[in-house]
């Protein structure tokens, strides 16, 4: 419990005062029921036995005071404080719900935003083993699963244990007999529920599950969608959704079922034994017949409370336990992307003198300027769990303007250096400097300066003007860059011949374009950020010939202005760099112009 409690805590965002503000609120309203309910059983007996006012201490008291002739008259005034203590109880559970809900819900917005930041800024390693998948299950539906079943679970299991340990009180008090009736369906029904624990979080891990393989399946089925309709493999997703979703709703169903279950269980039990002790009343006790009047008074209001507070107490007991494999997920990816932004930062502060440079997100530095040259030293990579290093003591220096191409085998390591450039991968040793200064001094400094262009680009479901000022806000586009940006990309023509020019919908991953198109679109965009330094990784990889020639010529009409940095397979597309690098298991095997590499090579 203490470390389910610090768990929640860890991944509860903003501050905690809230929590304790709801708890008091609870303590409140619980006391004044408790003493609501505790007039009735008096109440009923004087209403009963007017006379008996003297054995009732309180009520004595504050009829003496009171001024009352008689107890008749004084009767009413005690039936009217009690109504108002259970209006004001009322109106203070609704707004204490109302508060609940309030919290839980700007939880929800706080954590999503949160969670999403946390992710948008993790380590690029970090997405080496995680899966998009996961990722959507965790900002979409482990949220609310944390919301309404972690964090809301136990404030109604704290509030309710606070509600069924006053009325316990009260029962207690009336009655010792009533206590032992009440503990007597209140302990077996929470020692089976807790016996039942490890199910309900069998049952959490496989919704949760559930759902992220539904995830992946709807990202695979549809996200190839060209290639499920080509080889006619729908039926096969088909099949795997239907299994994964009857899994899940079997799951569901189960810990459903089994949480209203301590109603049910305590509702009977209740019934049970209310008629037993009627029954067996005159049997075993003295008492007198108002007596037993009373009690039961008592013992029915109670019970009023009792039943839906004791069977919510421990029903969210199960609900907490159902979504703790939730809770799980989102503190393990929370406390993995902190320790990581913390030894970032530590590095970034003991890390001068340092031979490794070992700084992603690093932005605390001087911001850099790039007027001479790149120079990579010794640079050195290995992935997580490889045997080998990727990238191995490579050093070479890139002058401004001048555009150099990586060329080597599949597998030689040019993708890897170029994410090493981009700044996604951590070094294992070596530096890169931008004139003189380790780019790992501002990072984000040195990514202001590079523009990337895939192999595939990356377009949003928007018009053409919002994928090239991509993550720009409307209000803050400068036109006079975008049509720049759309000149020098080639992409004039297009635009003039589209009825809606550049406010022309792409469709889904730019699906209403070309290949070629899509490719200039993403010149079009590094273009209009105005990085310095492009790194076009395989862009004309996937085109035809005349579609490659024009993203060649937009390419070519950037060499001089800006610098390249190219990987290719065709190496006719290479013959304008001024310098080729050939890699060859992660070293540099040969490098020089395009005629000493490819021809004489
Ligand atoms: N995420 C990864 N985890 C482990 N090893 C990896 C990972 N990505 C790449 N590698 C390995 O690193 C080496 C270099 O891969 P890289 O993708 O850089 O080659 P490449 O030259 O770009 O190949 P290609 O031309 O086929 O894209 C390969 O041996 C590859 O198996």
């Not at 790992?440 to 590079?450: A, G, H």
């Amino acid at each position: 419990m203490v470390d389910y409690l610090s768990k929640v805590l860890y991944v509860l965002t903003g501050s905690r005062k809230s929590l304790i503000f709801l708890l008091l609120i609870f303590i409140f309203t619980s006391i004044l029921e408790a003493f609501g309910i505790g007039l009735v059983g008096p109440f009923i007996s004087l209403a009963s036995n007017p006379e008996s006012i003297q054995s009732i201490t309180v009520l004595d008291w504050a009829y003496r005071r009171s001024g009352f002739e008689s107890p008749q008259q004084f009767i009413p005034i005690v039936g009217f404080i009690i109504i108002a203590i259970f209006c004001i109880q009322s109106l203070l559970y609704f707004i204490s719900q109302t508060y609940i809900y309030r919290y839980t819900h700007q939880q929800k917005s706080r954590l999503i935003s949160r969670l999403l930041k946390a992710y948008l800024d993790a380590p690029y390693t970090f997405y080496l083993k995680q899966n998009t998948a996961n990722i959507i299950k965790n900002i979409i539906s482990e949220t609310n699963v944390f919301t309404q079943g972690c964090l809301l679970a136990l404030l109604l299991f704290m509030t309710n244990g606070i509600v069924v340990g006053a009325l316990i009180g009260l029962m207690a008090y009336s009655s010792s007999l009533l206590l032992v009736m009440i503990l007597g369906i209140l302990v077996p029904t929470f020692l089976l529920f807790n016996k039942l624990g490890h199910r309900f979080k069998r049952w959490g891990r496989t919704q949760s599950e559930t759902q992220r393989e539904m995830i992946r399946t709807i990202n695979h089925g549809l996200g190839g969608l060209k290639e499920t309709r080509v080889i006619g493999c729908e039926v096969y997703f088909e099949n795997q959704i239907d299994r994964q979703a009857r899994q899940y709703a079997r799951a569901a169903t189960l810990s459903q079922a089994a949480s209203i279950l301590p109603n049910i269980f305590i509702k009977t039990s209740l019934i049970v034994f209310v008629v037993l002790f009627v029954s067996l009343f005159h049997i075993f006790f003295t008492e007198s017949e108002q007596d037993l009047t009373a009690v039961m008074g008592v013992f029915a209001v109670a019970a009023v409370r009792l039943i839906p507070a004791s069977s919510q107490f421990i029903s969210s007991m199960a609900k907490m336990r159902t979504s703790s494999h939730a809770l799980d997920m989102l503190y393990l990816d929370l406390k993995e992307i902190e320790k990581r932004e913390v030894h970032n930062r530590l590095e970034s502060l003991s890390n001068s003198t340092a031979k490794v440079a070992v700084k992603p997100g690093n932005q605390y530095g001087k911001p850099l300027s790039f007027a001479n040259q790149i120079e990579l030293l010794n640079v050195t990579y290995s992935y997580p769990e490889a045997s080998e290093p990727s990238l191995d003591q490579i050093s070479f220096k890139i002058k401004k303007g001048e555009s150099i191409a990586l060329i080597g085998k599949s597998g030689a390591g040019k993708t890897t250096l170029v994410d090493v450039i981009l700044g996604l991968l951590e070094l294992e040793s070596g530096d890169i400097k931008v004139d003189g200064v380790s780019i790992y001094d501002n990072l984000r400094s040195w990514q202001n300066l590079v523009g990337y262009i895939p192999q595939s680009i990356f377009l949003t479901d928007d018009t053409i003007e919002r994928n090239i000022a991509f993550g720009v806000p409307d209000n803050q586009i400068d036109q006079g860059r975008l049509y720049k940006a759309i000149k020098a990309a080639q992409l004039e023509e297009l635009v003039e011949q589209l009825p809606d020019g550049i406010k022309t919908e792409v469709g889904e991953r730019g699906v209403r374009l070309s290949g070629g198109q899509r490719q200039r679109i993403g010149i079009a965009r590094a273009i209009y950020h105005e990085r310095e330094i492009l790194v076009l990784d395989e862009a004309t990889a996937a085109l035809d010939n005349e579609t490659e020639s024009r993203v060649t010529e937009a390419i070519n009409s950037l060499a001089g202005t800006k610098t390249l940095i190219v990987i290719a397979h065709r190496l006719s597309t290479v013959e304008n760099c001024d310098r080729v690098y050939m890699l060859d298991k992660g070293r540099v095997v040969k490098s020089g112009s395009y005629q000493e590499v490819v021809l004489e090579g």
